[in-house]
C-alpha cells in the first residue's frame, strides 16, 4: 500500500501538465476545486459520511453525453481510502480501494438502483451516484490510474452482489449522495465498510473516460485530475466521532 501511494502522490502531484483530453479541460472549473474534506460516524444512524466542499458548486457541471459508451465522459469526486478491497467485498486484491462518486450520461452502470425516483431503473447515469472501485497504477493513460480489470470466468474474483457485471473492480452500493450548494456528501451505513470507521482517506477531483474498442487501453482510465484535497494525496484524513 505504501509503494502504491507513493506512486499516486507523483502521478498527481503532475496533473496540472497532463496531456490532455479532448473534454478533460472543459469540465476544470470551480465545481470540481476541493476546498476541504472531511469524515464523521454518526451513531444515531449508524453510518459514516464523507463530506467535500469545492469552491464552487458541488455537483452542478456534469458530462454532456456524446451518445455512445466508447470515449463516454465520466466526472467524479473521489475517496481514496485505506480500507482493504475485503472491507466492501471483494475478493483480497492489490490495488487502493476509492469510492467515487460520478455522473455519467451515456450509460447506466447501477441498474438495480432507481436515482432519479421516475420507476425507471437503467437511465440514471446523469445522477450523482457511488461506486466502490479498485484503483491500479497505469501508465496508459494521461492521469496514470485506471480500475483494475480481470479476465471473465476468473474464479478467484469476487464481486458483492450489487456490482453492475462489468469485468473489473466495481461495484454500486446504492449509498445516497446529496448535493448542495457548495458540498457533497455520501452516507456509508458502517455495516457496508466490515464496520470499519478507523480508515484515513483523501478526496481527488477528476475526469476519466470509458474505453470499448481498443483493447490495449484500460476500460475506464483517470485522463486528467482536477483537484487534490491534501495537496499530495498523502490520505492525511480520518473518520470523526
Request: aromatic share 8%; charged share 20%; glycine share 8%.
Given at each position: 500500500m505504501k509503494q502504491f501511494l507513493i506512486y499516486l502522490c507523483?502521478?498527481?502531484?503532475?496533473?496540472?501538465?497532463?496531456?490532455?483530453?479532448?473534454?478533460c479541460s472543459s469540465f476544470n472549473g470551480p465545481d470540481f476545486v476541493i476546498k476541504q474534506a472531511a469524515g464523521r460516524y454518526d451513531a444515531?444512524?449508524?453510518?459514516?459520511?464523507?463530506?467535500?466542499?469545492?469552491?464552487g458548486r458541488a455537483g452542478n457541471t456534469r458530462p454532456k453525453p456524446i451518445g455512445k459508451l466508447?470515449?463516454?465522459?465520466v466526472l467524479g469526486?473521489?475517496?481514496?481510502?485505506?480500507?482493504?478491497?475485503?472491507?466492501v467485498g471483494f475478493n483480497p486484491t492489490e490495488g487502493i480501494v476509492a469510492?467515487?462518486?460520478t455522473s455519467h450520461p451515456d450509460f447506466d452502470d447501477s441498474p438495480i438502483w432507481d436515482e432519479n425516483g421516475d420507476g425507471i431503473f437503467d437511465n440514471d447515469g446523469l445522477v450523482w451516484h457511488p461506486h466502490w472501485v479498485i484503483l491500479i497504477e497505469d501508465n496508459r493513460v494521461a492521469g496514470g490510474l485506471a480500475v483494475k480489470e480481470f479476465k471473465k470466468g476468473d474464479a478467484t474474483v469476487k464481486l458483492p452482489p450489487t456490482a453492475p457485471g462489468m469485468p473489473m473492480y466495481m461495484d454500486s452500493p446504492g449509498f445516497n449522495v446529496v448535493t448542495k450548494?457548495?458540498?457533497?456528501?455520501?452516507?456509508?451505513?458502517?455495516a457496508r465498510v466490515n464496520r470499519r470507521t478507523d480508515f484515513k482517506f483523501d478526496a481527488v477531483t477528476c475526469y476519466m473516460q470509458v474505453n470499448t474498442?481498443?483493447?490495449?487501453?484500460?476500460?475506464?482510465?483517470?485522463?486528467?485530475?482536477?483537484?487534490?484535497?491534501?495537496?499530495?494525496?498523502?490520505?492525511?484524513?480520518?473518520?470523526?466521532?
Amino acid at each position: 500500500m505504501k509503494q502504491f501511494l507513493i506512486y499516486l502522490c507523483v502521478a498527481l502531484a503532475a496533473h496540472p501538465i497532463l496531456q490532455a483530453c479532448e473534454q478533460c479541460s472543459s469540465f476544470n472549473g470551480p465545481d470540481f476545486v476541493i476546498k476541504q474534506a472531511a469524515g464523521r460516524y454518526d451513531a444515531a444512524i449508524d453510518s459514516i459520511v464523507l463530506d467535500v466542499s469545492v469552491e464552487g458548486r458541488a455537483g452542478n457541471t456534469r458530462p454532456k453525453p456524446i451518445g455512445k459508451l466508447d470515449g463516454a465522459p465520466v466526472l467524479g469526486y473521489v475517496f481514496p481510502t485505506t480500507l482493504k478491497s475485503t472491507d466492501v467485498g471483494f475478493n483480497p486484491t492489490e490495488g487502493i480501494v476509492a469510492l467515487a462518486l460520478t455522473s455519467h450520461p451515456d450509460f447506466d452502470d447501477s441498474p438495480i438502483w432507481d436515482e432519479n425516483g421516475d420507476g425507471i431503473f437503467d437511465n440514471d447515469g446523469l445522477v450523482w451516484h457511488p461506486h466502490w472501485v479498485i484503483l491500479i497504477e497505469d501508465n496508459r493513460v494521461a492521469g496514470g490510474l485506471a480500475v483494475k480489470e480481470f479476465k471473465k470466468g476468473d474464479a478467484t474474483v469476487k464481486l458483492p452482489p450489487t456490482a453492475p457485471g462489468m469485468p473489473m473492480y466495481m461495484d454500486s452500493p446504492g449509498f445516497n449522495v446529496v448535493t448542495k450548494d457548495n458540498r457533497i456528501r455520501v452516507i456509508v451505513p458502517a455495516a457496508r465498510v466490515n464496520r470499519r470507521t478507523d480508515f484515513k482517506f483523501d478526496a481527488v477531483t477528476c475526469y476519466m473516460q470509458v474505453n470499448t474498442s481498443d483493447m490495449m487501453m484500460p476500460m475506464l482510465g483517470v485522463m486528467t485530475v482536477y483537484s487534490v484535497a491534501s495537496g499530495n494525496l498523502s490520505l492525511p484524513y480520518a473518520v470523526k466521532n
